[in-house]
DNA sequence: TCGTTTCCTTGACGGACATCAACAACTTAG
DNA sequence: CTAAGTTGTTGATGTCCGTCAAGGAAACGA
């Protein structure tokens, strides 16, 4: 695959230079011989929104890091109840490591671009390099940490209280566009009303009715039913319960 | 520390000789010279029910292994509302690894044995041995499996189905007392109602209801209030939503 | 023995959220 | 342009589960 040599990025493949999961994603973990050995099998791509990522057979045996958009990770009972249990921004990983059929479905909810490779890849460079190994599981840990914020929220939040913490995740989790206010964040929220139903627990009807609330309460502004401009962010944690 | 020889066990030492942990556990990782080194730090003890765990200062720097026993991890709100976020049962790790202070409470909720060693100790080990490292993510990431089907338990199931749900996780996570039968299961709940209702989402009347009438429509039978008899397993899942 | 506490069950009632339905604002296809 | 589909909002109504209250059963100490 293609390289190139500077002063700066000696050996590191060109694919990689940009690359935001180099730096706070799990290839960080590789010197620039790793890097190049992975990127030959390695192939980046842009999947629209509403593309299903895992469930396909094409993807089982890869392994991706997400590079920008977000990834819905859905388990569904037999009825047809849905439920979102996770959220992947940039730059985290995708994929169960050492099982081969995943028990969920993942999704982009966005435009979403991949730089997915083999499993086998993977795992070989894991047991070459603790460092990588290392930081799967600091990840890991992390989102089990995730999971487990988000367990008290659908255990024991109010409907107000857990759309305020959805808008406060997303917030965190997004780069808000332009601002230096401290205090308000705007952004673009990734989810349609029916996902962050999915995600909090509720109906459409709910969600959108303490949506509304928040607005004429006059925390939040919506525009085009996509933008948020969150005006007072200590205020709406105070909303979400903590 | 004890230890001593003999044909099938040269060099183990005494105190992991009948531990669990060793065997489906962490320790397992570990080679006679590493279970020696780890074992001259380590320290078992039984704690009643109702000992906190984590939360307080001792335990901070330590990493435990359960080798019997039930414990709770709770998250609680501002205002007192409370959410058990996992259990974790023998040979499970407890502690948080990468972090100093825990963001959760862990408490015995039956009388536990711990097996427990400075965090310092086992992260030195980590670095030496990747298998320890790689049996650590590997838990990880089934606490992450398990926290992320409670999630649709807690988000999208009925009362009905959250209380069928837990009875189930019990069943396949205590030994059964005797019994050939594949059909029916019998055990002791290692929760009161109040816990019950914390790892559900609900509260003790609804628990306790709907329990009643899972034991007036002939699916479970219960004795002492702790002792639960599941007729048939199979109609109980279905009862669970899946 | 009795009182106290803890744990659990059961009933009556109300409220938060789901369900059902209508409609508005956009987008896309023809 | 119109027609049809998608996405979101709002209102009316119903229901599941929380809240409040009373009381039984077992454990424990005085």
Redesign the pocket.
Known sequence: MLQRRDVHNSDIPALCHACEARHRGLCGALDPQQLIALSKTSSRREVPTGAELIGEAELVERYSNVLSGVVKLTKTLKDGRQQIVGLQFAPDFLGRPFKAESAMNAEAVTTVSLCSFPKATVERMMKESPELERRLLNQTLKQLDEARDWLVTLGRK???EKVASFLLLIARNIDPTGGSDTRSKAFDLPL???DIADFL?????????Q??KLRTQGLIR?EN??HVVIHDIARLERRAGQ
């Open positions: 109010t409907a107000a349609t009303r029916s627990g509720l109906t459409i009807e709910t969600v959108s009715r949506l509304t919506i039913n996509r």
